[in-house]
């Protein structure tokens, strides 16, 4: 990798500090790559690279009334109208906190955000995508965000990505229409895919958390990085997290969690080569619930 001025005149401490806060946690070469020496063409702005996969995504399957059995949280048939009044204040982590903190139920939760004022991701996005599976699963999958094909049909994980997940999770037994519950951070898709920012995973953060506390899953795995980074409270990049057994800690929880990080799938569709370790951490996975 090679310096700017900037980093030239950095401490070597600060300096790795800064490449672990970026993801840029594991050596990959020998050979140093000077990337600001690239063509402007790979300077263009890029989607969310984690959840847009190399290739163009399918068309979105179609949900069938089998696929979700009791489901938590059913999608909205079309697009919600837009809920964002013009002039609203900027939502507050207070005003999240206080929101989540009052949902009782799953019902209540979706009612909370939908009452939620002042995030502009609510204005873009078609639909809000709450959440889906079954009370009490044996697993809850959080991904980032929803893609097209989600705020598409207001339901998580249903792109080409989702897909995926659903195998991977069928390879251990889990199924989000018998025994798994599958949501994101964030419930609003970001324009473009864009990664979301710090400030709005800290207004999603009360009500993932309030989620959890709710779904009461027997473990939860965080998919990729900005869902375990925003779960465990880690600077680490997926690379180094994924297939470890942390505790996710809530004090809306009395019995703490086991949570095991996992490859996002959009990443596996690009790089199939890390698909071993993602079935090691799989089994890890099935391990931990049996
Ligand atoms: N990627 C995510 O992280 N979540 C989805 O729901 C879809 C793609």
């Known amino acids: 990798m090679g310096f700017s001025p900037e980093q030239n005149a950095m401490p070597p401490e600060a300096l790795l500090e800064w490449y672990v806060e970026m993801g840029a946690d594991e050596a990959i070469g020998d050979a140093e790559t000077n990337w600001f020496a690239a063509s402007e063409a790979?300077?263009?702005?890029?989607?969310?690279?984690?959840?847009?996969?190399?290739?163009?995504?399918?068309?979105?399957?179609?949900?069938?009334?089998?696929?979700?059995?009791?489901?938590?949280?059913?999608?909205?048939?079309?697009?919600?109208?837009?809920?964002?009044?013009?002039?609203?204040?900027?939502?507050?982590?207070?005003?999240?906190?206080?929101?989540?903190?009052?949902?009782?139920?799953?019902?209540?939760?979706?009612?909370?955000?939908?009452?939620?004022?002042?995030?502009?991701?609510?204005?873009?996005?078609?639909?809000?995508?709450?959440?889906?599976?079954?009370?009490?699963?044996?697993?809850?999958?959080?991904?980032?965000?929803?893609?097209?094909?989600?705020d598409r049909q207001g339901r998580p994980f249903v792109g080409a990505s989702g897909r995926l997940l659903d195998r991977m999770m069928a390879s251990i037994g889990l199924d989000r229409a018998e025994n798994a519950y599958i949501t994101n951070i964030l419930p609003w898709r970001p324009p473009g895919n864009r990664e979301p920012t710090a400030a709005e995973i800290a207004i999603c953060q009360p009500f993932i958390r309030r989620h959890i506390a709710l779904v009461r899953p027997r473990i939860i795995v965080p998919v990729g990085g900005t869902a375990a980074k925003a779960l465990l409270d880690q600077r680490q990049g997926i690379m180094r997290l994924r297939g470890r057994r942390f505790e996710f800690a809530d004090p809306d929880i009395e019995l703490a969690l086991p949570a095991v990080p996992l490859f996002h799938p959009a990443f596996l569709l690009r790089s199939a080569g890390q698909k071993a370790l993602a079935w090691r951490d799989l089994l890890t996975i099935k391990q931990i619930i049996q």
């Not at 068309?59 to 079309?78: L, T």
């Open 42 to 150: 790979a300077l263009a702005p890029v989607s969310r690279a984690e959840n847009a996969p190399a290739s163009a995504p399918p068309a979105a399957q179609a949900p069938s009334a089998a696929q979700v059995q009791r489901p938590v949280s059913a999608a909205p048939a079309q697009a919600r109208p837009r809920a964002l009044a013009s002039g609203a204040e900027p939502a507050t982590d207070k005003a999240a906190s206080a929101l989540a903190g009052a949902a009782q139920s799953l019902e209540e939760l979706r009612g909370a955000l939908e009452s939620l004022e002042g995030f502009p991701l609510k204005v873009t996005a078609t639909n809000l995508v709450f959440g889906e599976g079954v009370e009490t699963p044996d697993v809850m999958f959080i991904g980032e965000a929803p893609g097209a094909d989600e």
